[in-house]
């Protein structure tokens, strides 16, 4: 497997990131089945592991650090902060230095490290200062629990402001984006991965299988696929004519990954990792089956032709069904609009 550099680290990394939101409750609760996968991972070449707080409660990060134990120095561990760890608290989450000091001790015990190599604020918020939130990851860096900061789902406007707030403030910098990118989201290619790459910032990039609609898994024709009942998110509400859309494009791209003779998931997630502009896709297996899948992506490479034809079915830039973006959501919320709504 071929490594790639983070932005402007120095660092390097895979071109698939290990993602263990799938590991807990949330997925497989199995820790000994969880384990299993994290280390075929390793052994794979991957050498990059994300992982989150909020995932499974702490769970996933648990699991992560046990899987890790005598591999530790071998691996680029992420993690991320920000969602409610507790529903009743206000106070357990976001991006306030007060909750950052406190649940980063938490994510250290969680996951058995004495550093965390990349803290990400999980999502953008609008009720607190970016400096407040770089100014609490600055020193966690100064102190050592913290190689390098990072941020999620951002809207360009916003990596820019964090950006210009590190110079103005000689804070540590964000050094990474973590969007949603697949062929079926495509809307960071507009703005978000454009102005990373100005910044030199490395991109990790998130659902590559757009949420299991490029899995292979949802056909049109098929029996299982998504209903609004199982899956209530407008994501999967096919009464959208957006979502009819995708199941459209989906049976042009199983043609097209045939002709490519490569998997539906292949080309999905090669696709991804072919743009430039992308350090690093995180896959997230729940089963070692699906890590499998996931696996000759990394070695695929998709000719012109191919690309053209994937551009024809979804024009660069476009997000075909708008509730996919998780990004810059706050901008267009009520109080930001022209014509507020309740």
Known sequence: MEYRPLGRTGVQVSPLCLGAMMFGPWGNDDRADATRIIHRALDAGINFVDTADVYSGGASEEIVGAALAGRRDDVFLATKFFM??????????????????????????????????????????PDT???????????????????????????????????????????????????PYSILTRGIEEDVLPTA??????TLTYSPLAGGWLS?????????????????????????????????????????????????IELAIA???????????????????????????ADTVLAP??????????????TVNPDDNSYGAHELSAHARRRQRA
């Open 197 to 202: 790459q100005r910044h030199g910032m490395g």
């Open 84 to 125: 409610p760890m507790n529903e009743k608290d206000p106070n357990q989450r976001g991006g306030s230095r007060r909750w950052i000091m406190r649940e980063v001790e938490d994510s250290l015990r969680r996951l058995n490290t004495d550093h965390i190599d990349l803290y990400q604020v999980h999502r953008p918020s």
């Open 216 to 264: 292979g898994r949802w056909r049109k024709d098929s029996a299982s696929r998504p209903t609004s009942s199982a899956r209530p998110s407008a994501r999967f509400d096919m009464s959208q004519p957006a979502n009819q859309r995708k199941l459209d494009i989906v049976e042009e791209l199983a043609q097209v990954a045939e002709w490519a003779g490569v998997t539906l």
């Open 305 to 318: 032709e191919v690309l053209d034809r994937i551009d024809q079915l979804v024009a660069p830039g476009v």
């Open 271 to 297: 696709f991804v990792i072919n743009h430039p502009g992308v350090t690093s896709a995180i896959v997230g297996p729940r089963t070692m089956e699906q890590l499998e899948s996931y696996l000759p992506a």
């Open 129 to 179: 200062d970016v400096e407040e939130t770089l100014g609490a990851l600055t020193d966690l860096v100064r102190q050592g629990k913290v190689r390098y900061i990072g941020s999620s789902s951002y809207s360009g406007s916003q990596i820019v402001e964090a950006q210009w707030a590190s110079r103005e403030r000689n804070l540590e910098r964000f050094v990474t984006e973590q969007p």
